[in-house]
């Protein structure tokens, strides 16, 4: 199988490069351990991940993301092509496996100046990780619980909590598709141990790594996912009555998404050296941009790709400028800070069009931006969220209007809206606060919702229904396993 075999070199990647083969991390050092969990971060960087396509498809394959052709990427992706698609699948098996290794090193370890405190933490760190790379595998290779084409439902994805450390292991291992639910019960599991094992992230400490308000904000959006409300209620609030002061407002959101780290952040995915830089092909900067620097728009740097359609531009409150030729030569704005992070690109490509900059060398460099994966204004929607649909209008209410209020707009009026209108202020506050961060094809698909393609040529409307709502489990894991069942119409 792809993602079984740990070899030598890619055990571990971290900088200072060290490596360890399968054999020596069973019985690990302090050392070695400590690296080889740095080893399980690393995937997250990857292009078929946090570094590229689990933020740009997500976009792409919903109503958010138009493609530009000036490099001829994400094209049929905006269109929504058979095969086209996510392709995480055994970069995140392959991390999954790394994690095993390490779980099942940790209560042998034989060195004798580890304590049974970095014995739990660790345990802590490499559960959150492991979590969220199934979960990211879920949401994307099968259906999202309470919203189940139940005719094309093939389950989830296989469960696989044992290291696998052999190649003759990894050749003769066939799994099979656990359940949906096998699935996000094994999720909740690791989470639950996250929670508890972890330390709490300190005002010194830097988001790319594991804490425990990370673990409760990735368990909110997991249970958000699940329909679970009282325990997205539950974790949402915990991490905002640690971390709720970090919402940025009017006076400091732009300059938050300019520095490397964005104060918001609850988990980021560090790209620190140089070495990782993506480059200007696939990094998340040239794909959403041509520009270097906001406001400089002589040159072209970047592709711009990927660009805002039409409707999300209207939500953002940001209306484009355009001269007597109609070439875009700016934009104006509407009170929501929100829109600011979007503007026109540079003159150097064919067309001009309202790009976002929300990954433009934050780090000093071009092309090597940190990810932000979980953010605290998350807590407030997921939660807001959780309360509407337990009729709890008025706190949901609460929620929805401390982000309005944050980002420049004025507060709703309880007397004023339903049930429904909330509801749907809260899908339309995700929209405009995730906008090109790798949300809307999720809520989307979590909702069972069609995907209305904005004025695209040759693209109609995909129905929830349609074969193309889940990618294809890639060919290695189907052939020669007649128990493995591959997603509907592939």
Same mark, same amino acid.
């Given at each position: ?44 960087? !990857?292009?078929?991940? +946090? ?84 979960? &990211?595998?879920?949401?994307?290779? !099968? #259906?999202?619980?309470? !919203? ?19 190649? /003759?292991?990894?050749?003769? +291992? ?50 958000? +996912? ?60 040239? @794909? ?43 934009? @104006? #704005?509407?009170? &929501? ?9 540079? @003159? ?16 000093? @460099? ?22 509407? /649909? ?46 090109? /961060?790798?949300?809307?094809?999720? &809520? ?47």
């Amino acid at each position: 199988m792809s993602f079984s075999m740990v070899s030598c070199e890619d055990l571990i990647d971290q900088d200072p490069a060290q490596s360890i083969d399968a054999e020596g991390a069973l019985t690990a050092s302090k050392d070695n351990l400590k690296a080889a969990i740095v080893g399980i971060y690393s995937p997250l960087k !990857a292009t078929t991940n +946090y570094g590229n396509r689990l933020i740009t498809l997500p976009e792409a394959l919903s109503d958010n993301g138009r493609a530009t052709n000036h490099s001829g990427r994400l094209v049929t992706e905006a269109r929504n092509a058979r095969g086209s698609h996510f392709t995480h699948y055994a970069n995140n098996f392959s991390a999954i496996n790394r994690a095993n290794l390490v779980l099942e090193a940790i209560p042998n370890m034989a060195d004798p100046t580890v304590t049974d405190a970095e014995k739990t933490a660790w345990t802590g760190e490499v559960k959150f990780l492991r979590a969220l790379y199934y979960f &990211d595998l879920v949401r994307a290779y !099968a #259906y999202i619980p309470g !919203a189940i084409v139940e005719a094309k439902n093939r389950g989830g994805v296989p469960i696989i909590t044992k290291a696998i450390t052999t190649k /003759e292991g990894a050749l003769t +291992y066939k799994p099979t598709r656990a359940s949906i639910d096998e699935v996000y019960d094994l999720i909740y599991a690791d989470l639950t141990d996250a929670v508890d094992k972890l330390g709490n992230m300190t005002s010194t400490s830097r988001p790319n790594v594991a804490s425990k308000q990370a673990a409760q904000a990735l368990f909110s959006r997991v249970a958000l +996912y699940r329909k679970d409300w009282n325990k997205v209620i539950e974790m949402s609030s915990a991490v905002i009555t640690a971390r709720g002061a970090t919402l940025l407002n009017t006076s400091n959101y732009l300059n938050a998404w300019s520095t490397a780290v964005n104060t918001e952040s609850l988990f980021e995915v560090e790209f620190r050296n140089t070495n990782e830089n993506i480059g200007v092909n696939e990094s998340l900067q040239t @794909t959403f941009t041509t520009l270097t620097i906001r406001g400089t728009r002589g040159s072209a740097v970047g592709f711009g790709d990927l660009v805002p359609t039409d409707p999300l531009l209207a939500a953002l409150g940001v209306t484009p400028v355009r001269n007597a030729a109609g070439t875009i030569t700016g934009a @104006t #704005y509407s009170s &929501d800070i929100r829109g600011r992070l979007f503007e026109a690109g540079g @003159t150097g490509r064919s067309t001009v069009n309202i790009e976002t900059t929300k990954f433009i060398g934050k780090n000093g @460099t071009v092309n090597l931006d940190n990810v932000p994966v979980l953010r605290i204004a998350e807590m407030y929607l997921n939660r807001a969220e959780a309360y509407s /649909e337990l009729n709890n209008n008025s706190l949901a209410l609460q929620d929805v209007n401390t982000l309005r209020v944050s980002r420049g707009l004025p507060a709703i009026d309880i007397a004023v809206v339903t049930g429904q209108d909330i509801k749907n202020e809260i899908m339309l506050q995700r929209r405009i606060e995730f906008a090109f /961060e790798g949300h809307r094809f999720f &809520d989307l698909k979590r909702k069972g919702l069609n995907i209305i393609k904005p004025a695209q040529p040759g693209v109609p409307t995909i129905l929830f229904e349609d074969d193309v709502i889940l990618p294809a489990i890639p060919t290695s894991e189907t052939d020669g396993n007649p128990d493995f069942k591959q997603n509907f119409g592939y």
